[in-house]
């Protein structure tokens, strides 16, 4: 089948798709945006975390099909040009990126957290977060970085 | 495989009575597990997504709350919370914002899997399913008869799952689940407590412990009889109750949890989750005395 819609911005089509494919695979493979991770595939990991008209969603556990007519915003839109989201610098910064895999979809769902609560506490930053596994930074670095991003958002503004 | 995208409710029905063998398919946080990892081929998908009606909620003529089955978690909690607290308490526990943000009652109570967050406190609030076909029009299934057996429910093949109903709380209301981490978590069991103080009766709801979600019927009859509604909690009623719930599980062992475990984990989970309860509604009491 073929299956239409808006990411980051632009239309985009992908055609021959699997009526049982995920988001996350028409992604990643049709459309060539690798951001959104591919590592559990049951949402166990959160690492394909993507905004599905505006709310994060599990991009492996909503059918392509499901996304017709839809808007999509994935990592790579987070940015403008060369200039990251405050989150992704406050990432770099804090060392809250080791192997990386995990981030993209922490950056995501940090993302949307900040949007609606501009300065949360850690206890929900913790919740916000609780559905993306990081193997590496045992997740202080993390906290640190979203604590750093919601602090400098919330004094440019 | 087809991929079947209704846009009205009737298109819906339509489409299910046509191809009863579609697989419906709201959040998808459940279907897309066992199709990303090739254990279920259903020979169509019935996207509910489009049809808008589903993801609304309404108070009706008689107070009772109608909800769309597809009303994710993350709305029953925001905008239902205060009304159906237990529920909301559920809520709060399945999966990960990313989940809630996707999955709905009505994929739960579809799934009809006995480990599903949202059948307890359904149970214990005397929910009702609204279901439907095109040939027969709607069925009521109170919450009680809706589970026949693992995964199992009283849903025809040619009917859609359209709403539950249920009354908003009148008393006190809690949910408690046992797991291992703190999000993502399937229960290894759970139960919930509604206080009814207007009868004077207390709903029970039991998960994840016998082939499907059930009451402790034994135990709310024993409350029904025994609670008195202007004291502090009897001791040997709160042990009784426990006692009661637990007896009212049928668990199995598995990869999860041994049955002796969870037979424990309900009586555990029956008193406290009414020590909570009765602690709120008795202050609740005392305040409007005192006021």
């Given at each position: 089948?073929?299956?239409?819609f808006?990411?980051?911005?632009?239309?985009?089509?992908?055609?021959?798709?699997?009526?049982?494919?995920?988001?996350?695979?028409v992604?990643?493979?049709?459309?060539?945006?690798?951001g959104?991770?591919?590592?559990?595939?049951?949402?166990?990991?959160?690492?394909?975390?993507?905004?599905?008209?505006?709310?994060?969603?599990?991009?492996?556990?909503?059918?392509?099909?499901?996304?017709?007519?839809?808007?999509?915003?994935?990592v790579?839109?987070?940015?403008?040009?060369?200039?990251?989201?405050?989150?992704?610098?406050a990432?770099?910064?804090?060392?809250?990126?080791q192997?990386g895999?995990?981030?993209?979809?922490?950056?995501?769902q940090?993302?949307?957290?900040?949007?609606?609560?501009?300065?949360?506490?850690?206890?929900?930053?913790?919740?916000?977060?609780?559905?993306?596994?990081?193997?590496?930074t045992?997740?202080?670095?993390?906290?640190?970085?979203?604590?750093?991003?919601?602090?400098?958002?919330?004094?440019?503004? | 495989?087809?991929?079947?995208?209704?846009?009205?409710?009737?298109?819906?029905?339509?489409?299910?009575?046509?191809?009863?063998?579609?697989?419906?398919?709201?959040?998808?946080?459940?279907?897309?597990?066992?199709?990303?990892?090739?254990?279920?081929?259903?020979?169509?998908?019935?996207?509910?997504?489009?049809?808008?009606?589903?993801t609304?909620?309404?108070?009706?003529?008689?107070?009772?709350?109608?909800?769309?089955?597809?009303v994710?978690?993350?709305?029953?909690?925001?905008?239902?919370?205060?009304?159906?607290?237990?529920?909301?308490?559920?809520?709060?526990?399945?999966?990960?914002?990313?989940?809630?943000?996707?999955?709905?009652?009505?994929?739960?109570?579809?799934?009809?899997?006995?480990?599903?967050?949202?059948?307890?406190?359904?149970?214990?609030?005397?929910?009702?399913i609204?279901v439907?076909?095109?040939?027969?029009?709607?069925?009521?299934?109170?919450?009680?008869?809706?589970?026949?057996?693992?995964?199992?429910?009283?849903?025809?093949?040619?009917?859609?799952?359209?709403?539950?109903?249920m009354?908003?709380?009148?008393?006190?209301?809690?949910?408690?689940?046992?797991?291992?981490?703190?999000?993502?978590?399937?229960?290894?069991?759970?139960?919930?407590?509604?206080?009814?103080?207007?009868?004077?009766?207390?709903?029970?709801?039991?998960?994840?412990?016998?082939?499907?979600?059930?009451?402790?019927?034994?135990?709310e009859?024993?409350?029904?009889a025994?609670?008195?509604?202007?004291?502090?909690?009897?001791?040997?009623v709160?042990?009784?109750?426990?006692?009661?719930?637990?007896?009212?599980?049928?668990?199995?062992?598995?990869?999860?949890g041994?049955?002796g475990?969870?037979?424990?984990?309900?009586?555990?989970?029956?008193?406290?989750?009414?020590?909570?309860?009765?602690?709120?509604?008795?202050?609740?009491?005392?305040?409007?005395?005192?006021?």
């Amino acid at each position: 089948m073929r299956v239409s819609f808006t990411v980051n911005g632009r239309e985009e089509t992908a055609d021959d798709v699997w009526e049982g494919e995920s988001l996350l695979y028409v992604l990643r493979e049709r459309v060539g945006l690798p951001g959104a991770k591919n590592a559990c595939e049951q949402g166990e990991c959160g690492s394909c975390t993507v905004y599905l008209d505006g709310a994060p969603v599990c991009a492996c556990l909503v059918a392509a099909g499901q996304a017709e007519g839809r808007r999509i915003r994935t990592v790579e839109g987070l940015a403008e040009g060369d200039r990251l989201d405050p989150l992704q610098e406050a990432f770099v910064e804090c060392g809250a990126v080791q192997c990386g895999f995990c981030t993209p979809g922490l950056i995501v769902q940090a993302h949307d957290l900040i949007e609606r609560v501009p300065r949360p506490s850690d206890a929900e930053i913790r919740e916000a977060l609780a559905g993306n596994l990081c193997r590496c930074t045992g997740y202080e670095k993390i906290i640190e970085a979203v604590r750093l991003a919601a602090a400098r958002k919330s004094a440019a503004e | 495989m087809d991929f079947l995208r209704p846009q009205t409710w009737a298109e819906a029905l339509a489409a299910k009575a046509e191809t009863p063998e579609a697989a419906p398919i709201q959040g998808g946080t459940d279907m897309m597990v066992e199709l990303n990892f090739d254990l279920r081929r259903p020979a169509a998908l019935l996207d509910l997504n489009r049809v808008a009606e589903l993801t609304s909620w309404s108070a009706e003529e008689d107070g009772r709350l109608r909800v769309g089955a597809g009303v994710p978690y993350a709305r029953l909690i925001t905008e239902l919370g205060d009304r159906l607290p237990g529920l909301a308490q559920a809520a709060r526990t399945v999966g990960s914002p990313q989940i809630r943000n996707r999955g709905t009652v009505g994929g739960n109570l579809g799934a009809a899997s006995p480990a599903g967050d949202s059948h307890p406190p359904l149970l214990a609030g005397d929910a009702v399913i609204e279901v439907e076909s095109a040939a027969r029009g709607v069925r009521m299934i109170p919450a009680a008869g809706f589970y026949l057996g693992v995964k199992r429910s009283a849903l025809a093949a040619d009917e859609l799952i359209r709403a539950f109903w249920m009354s908003p709380a009148s008393g006190p209301q809690y949910f408690s689940k046992v797991g291992t981490r703190n999000a993502m978590v399937i229960a290894v069991c759970s139960f919930a407590v509604a206080l009814h103080p207007g009868e004077r009766r207390v709903g029970t709801g039991i998960g994840s412990a016998a082939p499907t979600p059930r009451r402790a019927a034994a135990a709310e009859e024993f409350l029904a009889a025994e609670l008195d509604w202007d004291a502090p909690l009897d001791p040997a009623v709160l042990r009784r109750f426990g006692e009661l719930a637990a007896e009212a599980a049928s668990p199995i062992d598995d990869v999860r949890g041994t049955a002796g475990y969870r037979r424990h984990a309900i009586g555990v989970m029956a008193r406290r989750t009414l020590t909570w309860a009765w602690n709120d509604f008795r202050a609740g009491q005392l305040g409007r005395r005192a006021g």
